[in-house]
């Protein structure tokens, strides 16, 4: 066989490998108040240390490796009737492993679910951020303010046209607007229930005033 002819296949085979790899990890990013609502835990919080550690075998016997951080609770938004130490994400990127700076100088904004263990678990997938990257309006919406527009869904708009199909959701459109996910809906407003069932947007974090809560959808 040929040089040439031999390079193809392994071309092929190096590209469907790389789009394989690319597409381990693949979500739709959230609004911080829905991502908020589907976490099982919210915190913010100190990442302390580091270690890579063997949590079990997959089912062809291998081992599977997290990395597991040490984090320094300063605030629970969200979660379970104890204090959280310890966050566990996948070992790289590919597996939607989030890297956090593990010096104890930085805090984050952690939400991440629980697993059968009661072992919080994070991804790329879940909403983290550096503390001082938040807007005044989400620090204050963290808890209550969030918790409140749970019955409500924040629907991403990610393509125009685009429109709700429920009155209890409200359109997310910074991606198609302004071209990135930490925009003006997502760093200063909230997704409301309103007295008719009906939710709609209010910005800022004061609570909502009555006209703006009777007020029904035509």
Known sequence: MSRSCSVVPLLLLV???AAEFAEACSCSPEHPQQAYCNADVVIRAKV??????????DAYGYPVKMIRYDVKQMKMFKGPDREIDTVFTGPSSALCGVKFESDGKKEYLITGNLDSNDTLR????DYIESWEDLSMTQKKCLGQRYQMGCDCKVVRCSAIPCSISDPKECLWTDWVLEGTVQGTQAQHFTCVKRNDSSCAWYRGSTPPKREFLDIEDP
């Open 15 to 17: 590209l469907c490998g």
């Open 48 to 57: 302390v240390g580091q270690k890579e550690v063997v949590t079990g075998n």
């Open 122 to 125: 994070v991804s790329l997938c």
